[in-house]
């Protein structure tokens, strides 16, 4: 017969399982909630107390699955859109999850073992420099590189907080965040201490001495990061302003390379265009891929496209490739392909005076990364088109202004963006695609991923997009308009945008400085880490 005391033991093993499970899975819920297109931005400053509260009394081991678990519930609500992707599995999205959860379960790892060799306090304090190298690690392992859903973009819509992205970059605001939901959660750890809710041997876990260190650092941070926002968003954008018109075409994708409908694609285009050419802009933009085939290799669109622009008596700023995406090799193996961005020039001219060939290209769509050594085809991934890599950050010139441009997924990569700002680029344009997606969250996300670009090199960014969302950022990462229809869609509509932006020169800390935060979190994390070492048990304070 199986006594009381083993019923008691189980029943409460099995509560704290439960309780591990519902606790991840809340703060995964909560933190996805945050980011677009659900947008509930406030989420993310508690959504990981639940989590640490939880990790308080959870070895190294458990703290791994723990943040395992936890990044399942976060990715999937995250990146759910991909299953609208042409050929993407469930397999496809667990190699996914393989890739990214493991590296918060690292996290989660060591979090645990400053609390078991120090204590709960300790490793609150280490907690956003460990989150910051995490976030890091994943934006730049290789073709595996995905800077995407990082915790800082789900504050896109709230201005005064990003502004410290100019000095720190997403990475400053993620940090932020982490560091409030520390702040909280020792609150609410001191507050169950005081109510005796709390085991005697959990107060060891405790120092009141970090307590106070980490709410006077939380507080310094959060207020000042508030009070420089305030600060910048108060400033008013001085400067010659020029004028910009967007095309936002919005055709479909299973029509793009329809050898049918090459003409009627041309003639939405050209329609678009004379109607923006109203505004008198000083330069109309297409978005990428723009053109049924490439502009540099079919003269008779090249000849259109450059009457368009001697009619208007505009630059036209547009994307051309010479096939789509994610197309599986069907052409000769060792042509070259090119995604490029073309600025075409009323007048004379017989050439493309100014070109930019994409380069960071899109693994999986655009090429496949170590084709010849990896198996790709085990993994049900077709052998699409190969694409060249681009060699040099073009920047454009108009007369009075210099421009950086962007294509597709480019955008959501800092480095990227810093190196067109160090080249002389005065703003940004974003040329995409994104009709793949559908009507998902996954054009909004890029729109939050945009914000940031701006933010950190304080430049004006103009976004193009197929299918929207195509719009104009101002450097304070203000979104002033979008292309929508008359019940405000952003996406699947097809229209027009003019607007004005102002060509900058100075330089933000962060595009000076880049990834300082990153170095300056990896060593305070060597440091936690060494004490952490050098310290077996924990004391009370």
Same mark, same amino acid.
């Given at each position: ?27 995964? =819920? ?14 993310? !400053?508690?959504?990981?107390? &639940?989590?640490?509260?939880?990790? #308080?009394?959870?070895?190294? #081991? ?36 393989? +890739? ?27 907690? @956003? ?11 730049? *392992? ?5 800077? !995407? ?119 939405? +285009? ?16 297409? &978005?990428?891929?723009?053109t049924p085939k490439a502009v540099h290799r079919d003269r008779k669109i090249f000849n259109t496209v450059k ?19 994610? $197309?599986?090799?069907?052409?000769? $193996? ?34 496949? @990364? +170590? ?6 085809? +085990? ?23 210099r421009f950086g441009v962007t294509i597709c997924w480019e955008n959501i990569f800092p480095g990227i963006v ?9 703003? *940004? ?10 009507? =998902? ?19 004006? *960014? ?56 990153? !170095? ?11 004490? =952490?070492?050098?310290?077996?048990? &924990?004391?009370?304070?």
């Amino acid at each position: 017969m199986i006594s009381e005391q083993k019923i008691k033991v189980s029943f409460y093993r099995n509560l704290k399982i439960l309780y591990a499970i519902a606790a991840t899975f809340i703060s995964g =819920t909560m933190l996805f909630l945050a980011f677009p297109s659900y947008d509930f931005s406030l989420s993310a !400053w508690f959504a990981f107390v &639940p989590l640490f509260l939880l990790l #308080s009394k959870s070895k190294p #081991s458990s703290g791994f699955f723990i943040l395992f678990l936890f990044g399942v519930v976060f990715y999937t609500g995250v990146f759910i859109w991909m299953f609208d992707l042409p050929n993407y599995m469930v397999l496809h999205h667990a190699i996914l999850g393989i +890739y990214l959860c493991p590296l918060l379960g690292i996290f989660g790892w060591l979090f645990c073992f400053i609390i078991k060799r120090r204590d709960f306090t300790s490793a609150l304090l280490a907690a @956003p420099f460990l989150w910051v190298i995490q976030e890091y690690v994943r934006s730049n *392992l290789s073709f595996l590189s995905l800077p !995407w859903g990082l915790l800082g973009h789900s504050q896109y819509q709230s201005p005064m907080v990003i502004q410290s992205a100019s000095i720190a970059g997403v990475y400053g605001v993620s940090f932020l965040i982490v560091l409030v939901n520390s702040a909280l959660t020792v609150l609410i750890y001191s507050l169950f201490i005081r109510l005796n809710i709390l085991k005697p041997e959990d107060k060891y876990q405790f120092s009141y001495r970090g307590r106070n260190i980490l709410l006077g650092i939380s507080a310094v941070f959060f207020i000042s990061a508030l009070v420089y926002g305030h600060m910048v968003i108060s400033n008013q954008i001085n400067g010659n302003k020029i004028k910009i018109s967007i095309v936002q075409a919005n055709i479909e994708q299973s029509k793009k390379w329809d050898k049918k409908y090459a003409a009627t694609i041309m003639q939405i +285009y050209s329609d678009l265009t004379q109607k923006a050419s109203a505004d008198q802009p000083d330069l109309i933009v297409w &978005p990428e891929a723009a053109t049924p085939k490439a502009v540099h290799r079919d003269r008779k669109i090249f000849n259109t496209v450059k009457n368009l622009a001697s009619v208007t008596n505009t630059p036209i700023l547009l994307g051309s490739s010479q096939l789509a995406k994610f $197309k599986v090799n069907e052409l000769k $193996k060792n042509a070259k392909y090119l995604n490029s961005a073309f600025l075409i020039h009323p007048g004379d001219g017989n050439g493309i005076t100014q070109k930019y060939n994409k380069i960071r290209l899109l693994p999986f769509s655009e090429y496949l @990364p +170590y084709k010849e050594k990896i198996p790709w085809s +085990y993994l049900r991934i077709p052998d699409v088109d190969n694409y060249l890599p681009g060699k040099k950050y073009t920047v454009f010139e108009l007369t009075g202004f210099r421009f950086g441009v962007t294509i597709c997924w480019e955008n959501i990569f800092p480095g990227i963006v810093r190196e067109f700002v160090n080249n002389g680029a005065q703003f *940004l344009i974003n040329i995409t695609n994104e009709a793949w997606f559908g009507e =998902t969250a996954a054009p909004y996300q890029f729109l939050a991923m945009s914000v940031f670009r701006a933010v950190e090199n304080h430049r004006y *960014l103009v976004r193009c997009a197929n299918t929207g969302v195509s719009c104009i950022i101002d450097p304070q990462g203000r979104i002033l308009d979008k292309v929508k229809d008359n019940r405000g869609r952003a996406i699947f509509v097809r229209g027009n945008l003019t607007g004005s932006v102002t060509p900058f020169k100075d330089r933000t800390f962060f595009n000076r400085y880049g990834d300082w935060l990153v !170095w300056l979190s990896l060593i305070v994390s060597l440091m936690f880490l060494v004490l =952490t070492f050098m310290k077996k048990k &924990p004391s009370l304070k």
